[in-house]
Every structure is written in C-alpha cells, then in structure tokens.
C-alpha cells in the first residue's frame, strides 16, 4: 500500500516536458557531441592507430606488417633516444626558473606600482607572439658574428660564444628563450591568484604579529599552490613536446645532437627516414612517461593539498 502511494506521488510530481525543454536538451546535446566527436576522430583513434603502428614495420605508406616488439628492442639500443630524452629533461629546467621568475615578478606588479597595466601588456606579447616568428628572432639574436646577445656581452668586454654551434651553450640559450616567452602567460595566472587572496587573511595575520615571510608562508603560498600546480603539469606536458624551436633555431639538432628532443628525434624518424612504427613506438614511450609523471604529480598534490577557512 506504502509503496503504491509512492508511486502514485511520483507520477503526479512528473510533469510532461514542454516541447521548448526538448528543444533545448537537443541543442544542448549537439553542442557537447561535437567536441566529442572531434576529440574521438582527431585524438582517440589516431591515438590507437598509433599504438598500433608501434608494434609494425610501417613506412607510412606501404602496408603493415606486425613484427612484436622488434621496434621496443631496437629502441632500447639505440644511443639516439637516450641522447634526446636527455636533452628534453635538461630543457626542462627552464620550468622552475620561469615560475620563481614569473611569481616574483607577479608579487613585484601586486603592490599596486605605476605603469603595471603597460607591464603586464609588454610582458604578455611574446605569449600571443607567433613561436616560429621568435625562434627566428633568438637565433638572429643567439649568431656568434652578429648577434644582438655577443654585442652587448662586447659591451662589457666580453667574448661571445656561437650559441647554438656550441654544444656547451645551445641547451642553456633555448631556455632562455623558452623561460622568455612563457614569463607573461605564469606571470598572469599568479597575479590573478594573488590579488584574489582575501585581504582578511592578511589583516588576521597582522594582528597576531605575523613577519612578512609568516604571511607569505601560510598564505601567500598555500593560496597560490593551485596555479603552481596547474602550471608545473601544463609545463612538463608542453616541454615534453618542444620542436618548433629546435627545427628552426638547430634544424639538424644542434651540434652532437645537444640540442634535439625526443620530439625532433620521432619527427626525424617519421618523415625523414619514413620509419613510422619505430617512431611510433617512442611516441608511445614518450606518452607513457608523460602519464607516469603527471599521475605522480596529481597523486602528491592530493597528498599536501589543504583548504583555508
């Protein structure tokens, strides 16, 4: 009886959908399908196509032929991988000097100072600037006869190197240039988190006597924690990647390879020696050390994260 009463209450709280709520909900699928759709065509299935491709002898334009682990084998012998895998971490040591570099310059432009709209324009153009077009500049920059970087090093008397012919200095110049054109966009995201700090916080912290590194320590630095996060995962994801910089300012990988990434390396692979599996087989190591890194990465951020009442 209980249960009937249940049921019929159910059925007089359902109301019939209005043809407009219909209408809308249709709408409102199509929208989310396309995203969907264009993730499954343009992501998921050359992802699986690719996976696939690992464990072939593909050229890229004959026919398939599975042949194991062959590629796994061969790849773990050569000297070439280690070599660009090497380099791609090394280049990596860009990311925390741009986010020491980018938070101090976005505590500096938090205070208020003259001319911080004018300073967030200028240091925001080479995020918005074409990476091609830069690559260019640094390189014209970074030439050992003429380059802008060994004319004002002449200045104080010093003798320039040819950056990017110098495998001592081609790793440390391309993280300049790297650490250059992401400051803005790091600088941005941790001025925003700062200025959203509830100026509460700080006024309770004074009243109990707080230094400035205690408010900076335990509120400062915990409220701002989210965007180091996002901004370390992003980074290690993007510098995962670099190319463009490397095939226009060192287009045969710098001197002794000091300067090619493992992206370089698989883009040589595949479309200059036509060797589309073996490229694809450290695609797929390369995407499965970036998952490892990043899985680690959210697994400490859920260990340390706290919230602040």
């Known amino acids: 009886m209980e249960l009937s009463t249940k049921t019929n209450k159910k059925k007089r709280n359902e109301r019939p959908k209005s043809n407009l709520y219909k209408r809308e909900h249709r709408v409102a699928f199509l929208f989310v399908l396309l995203p969907v759709l264009g993730f499954i065509l343009f992501s998921l299935i050359p992802l699986v196509y690719s996976a696939y491709a690992a464990f072939t002898d593909w050229n890229g334009l004959g026919q398939m032929n599975f042949i194991g682990f062959d590629n796994f084998k061969k790849l773990f012998k050569d000297d070439y991988f280690y070599r660009t895998l090497f380099n791609t971490l090394y280049l990596m040591l860009g990311i925390p000097i741009g986010l020491f570099l980018s938070f101090i310059l976005a505590s500096a432009l938090s205070r208020g100072i003259k001319g911080t709209t004018i300073f967030r324009t200028v240091y925001y153009i080479p995020v918005i600037s074409s990476l091609a077009a830069i690559s260019i500049l640094w390189q014209w920059a970074y030439n050992g006869d003429f380059g802008l970087v060994n004319q004002v090093l002449a200045v104080f008397g010093i003798?320039?190197?040819?950056?990017?012919?110098?495998?001592?200095?081609?790793?440390?110049?391309?993280?300049?240039?790297?650490?250059?054109?992401?400051?803005?966009?790091?600088?941005?995201?941790?001025?925003?988190?700062?200025?959203?700090?509830?100026?509460?916080?700080?006024?309770?912290?004074?009243?109990d006597g707080a230094s400035s590194y205690q408010k900076f320590r335990n509120i400062t630095w915990p409220m701002v924690k989210p965007v180091t996060f996002f901004l370390v995962?992003?980074?290690?994801?993007?510098?995962?990647?670099?190319?463009?910089?490397?095939?226009?300012?060192?287009?045969?990988?710098?001197?002794?390879?000091?300067?090619?990434?493992?992206?370089?390396?698989?883009?040589?692979?595949?479309?200059?020696?036509?060797?589309?599996?073996?490229?694809?087989?450290?695609?797929?190591?390369?995407?499965?050390?970036?998952?490892?890194?990043?899985?680690?990465?959210?697994?400490?951020?859920?260990?340390?994260?706290?919230s602040m009442d």
Not at 171 to 187: D, E, N, T
Not at 242 to 254: A, D, H, K, R, S
Not at 288 to 306: D, E, G, P, W
């Open 233 to 306: 995962v992003t980074n290690i994801i993007g510098g995962s990647q670099i190319f463009t910089e490397i095939n226009i300012m060192t287009p045969t990988g710098g001197p002794k390879y000091s300067s090619a990434t493992i992206v370089w390396y698989i883009w040589q692979k595949a479309f200059k020696n036509w060797q589309m599996g073996y490229a694809s087989s450290m695609a797929l190591i390369l995407a499965v050390l970036v998952f490892a890194v990043t899985a680690f990465q959210f697994y400490m951020n859920n260990r340390s994260s706290y």
């Open 159 to 207: 003798d320039g190197p040819n950056w990017l012919q110098n495998p001592d200095t081609v790793k440390p110049a391309i993280i300049i240039m790297s650490v250059w054109k992401g400051l803005g966009y790091s600088m941005l995201l941790y001025l925003a988190a700062i200025q959203s700090v509830p100026k509460t916080y700080y006024e309770a912290a004074e009243l």
